[in-house]
């Protein structure tokens, strides 16, 4: 097989990696919203409060625990692909070197680490209050 055809291949694979990715966090976003509906709305309505509250605060936080997980695993496959589409295409290498400048602020770090990390404070704090 030609450098080109690997070069294809690579990208496909990145492509379906990163789809997956994307379709992982908006998976939990929207369990994490679904969640944030219910523990609003039993702050409103006559249920016992603390023992919701502590329900969906457990089932918040292991989602997020789960959402990380998931996430870094997929990335670690997308990691090793950047790394084979850097050897074969010194335009990719470049732009991985401009858009990684800020390791902390990159898309990688927010999605995968920065907000499950605040999610799980959110409820932890949102589950210790709920009384």
């Known amino acids: 097989m030609s450098d080109i055809d690997n070069t294809d291949r690579t ?17 939990f976003l929207t369990i994490e919203g679904i969640l944030l509906a219910g523990f609003v709305g039993s702050q409103v309505a006559s249920l016992p409060k603390l023992r919701v509250s502590i329900i969906l605060g457990i089932i918040g936080i292991i989602a997020a625990l789960v959402w990380v997980t998931l996430a870094e695993t997929v990335q670690r ?10 050897r074969s295409d010194s335009v990719y290498e470049r732009y991985l070197q401009i858009v990684r400048r800020q390791r902390w602020a990159s898309g990688r770090w927010v999605m995968n680490i920065w907000v499950p990390v605040l999610v799980i404070i959110a409820w932890a704090f949102s589950a210790n209050r709920g009384a």
């Open 11 to 27: 990208w496909r694979y990145y492509k379906h990696a990163d789809d997956l990715q994307h379709r992982r966090h908006q998976l």
């Open 77 to 86: 496959g997308m990691d090793y692909l950047n790394d084979e589409l850097k």
